[in-house]
């Protein structure tokens, strides 16, 4: 207790600097995803680097965050390997369409199961009303990949 305690705090002093606008509202909703998440308070203090992926994603509007550790991984990996910033990073994701855009492009055939669907609940469910919508139309849906 005393760990996440001190994790709070130092995050707490360190966010004022990362979050310029709506501090509040972003520094509760962190504090809400680390008090919902062990697995997040264990990668933050693993790689203190991961809030600011974090943060990107939360700026973009994707939610359920504490949930979501290998997505913020993700984000993080990305931008220490292809040496760009984090607002070139959420650039690159706004333009592509948002992060499961984004994420679709970036990930390659890893995002399917052996069955050949998505891996990530929420692409399976994004493409199932994709297929869903051209169907309708009368339109012949694409693949996955």
Known sequence: MKKLLLILLFFTLQIGNLFAQDCDEQLTNLLDNIDQSTDLVTAISQNPDIIDSWKLLDDIGETDLNTRISDIELVDNYIKNEGKSVAEVKAIIENSGGFSSWKLANAG???LNA???FIDDILEADYLKYVTRKTNAG???RPRL
């Open 139 to 141: 339109k012949t849906p």
């Open 109 to 111: 055939s890893d995002l």
């Open 115 to 117: 069955s050949g669907e």
